[in-house]
């Protein structure tokens, strides 16, 4: 294990694993940790490439700091997977997500888990951010919410067509270009309507009066789910790239606590160098570091994710990364390939 040392390494070796066809052992996962090892996302995750790959595994049980992953290859198909608790199935696809982009024939996958919760990007920074960014690259995914999964009941569901992509072509996100607009979703689940209302009004107001930009902000009042959740959404969108931020609610949590959150995060984008936010770049290298030409992007913040990121790319992949700017600090990053 390295750097980070959590599920970062395990979901990006999971799907090169995949790709490449090379089996991988990791030791000391997650041994930094207060709960080492495999937690039960890790398992999920896991056990679905798995399933996907056919793979025979070595060490996959609660807990344990060391496992060994030999796959056959990717079978396209229709997969289920389910969460438990109120565990990110964005985290989940994050692994499977590259490998069936890349299978010979398409895919359906339904995840059940939570859609909106702590500690992992919510499904619509995979839907309005990820997705759009990933299709000049050649990839192409229906991805439906069908249910939310809010912490701590889960039980969201989303239901995914995955086409399979020929060859991923390269992308430069170099820079911005300038702003098109900013929109928005506030949403509330078996909550006060007002919730939803002040979330979206706090939003506004402090985008108005503090960045001088006139905003949308779209209302859900009703978001089907198992328990009580709101959430809230603002999406810059560029001419040449989107960059997306929420906030969750939580028990005792003011409306405007919320808004503030994602608006907080939403200026410091607007004040910054570089073009991609920090969970994009992550998202985005494996993509990259896979296409047969030069890729490359610069990103507001240089993370030590993101160097575990290339540090698991130098196992499977032949591919040079070339990388400018400190931890904390905006960046630039390209991926060099032998070829060109």
Known sequence: SYGEGGGQIL??????????GKPFTIHHIRSKRKNTGL????????????????????????????ITFFPQKIFSGDYQFEVKTAGS???????????????????????VGGTHVP????????????????????????ATLEKWG?????????????KPAQALKPINLNDRGS?????????????????????????????????KIDAEIAIQYDAPSNGQGSFLFLLAEYEKTVAGFSSLGAKGKPAEKIA????????????????????????????????????SFTTTQMTDHLLTNFWVINH?????????????????????????
């Open 11 to 20: 979901r990006t070796a999971l799907a090169l694993s995949a790709i490449q």
């Open 39 to 66: 937690q039960a996302q890790h398992l999920e995750a896991v056990g679905a490439l798995a399933k996907i790959t056919k793979a025979q595994t070595e060490g996959v049980k609660f807990g344990s700091q060391n």
């Open 89 to 111: 199935i964005i985290l989940l696809l994050q692994a499977i997500f590259l490998p069936l982009c890349l299978a010979r024939r398409s895919s359906r996958v339904t995840l």
């Open 119 to 142: 500690w992992s990007p919510p499904f619509h920074y995979f839907s309005e951010v990820l997705l759009p960014t990933l299709e000049p690259m050649g990839i192409s995914v229906d």
């Open 150 to 162: 809010f912490y701590p009941q889960g039980g969201g569901r989303i239901q995914l067509n995955i």
């Open 179 to 211: 702003l098109k607009k900013i929109r928005g979703l506030s949403v509330i689940s078996n909550l006060p309507r007002h919730v939803a209302d002040r979330q979206k009004e706090q939003a506004l107001k402090r985008i108005q009066r503090e960045l």
């Open 260 to 295: 503030d959150e994602a608006v907080d995060d939403l200026k410091d984008y607007l004040s910054s160098e570089g073009c991609i936010d920090p969970h994009l770049a992550d998202q985005l290298v494996p993509f990259m570091a896979l296409t047969k030409r030069n890729s």
């Open 316 to 340: 499977f992949l032949q591919v040079q990364v070339e990388k400018q700017g400190e931890i904390g600090k905006t960046g630039r990053v390209d991926f060099i390939h032998a070829a060109y």
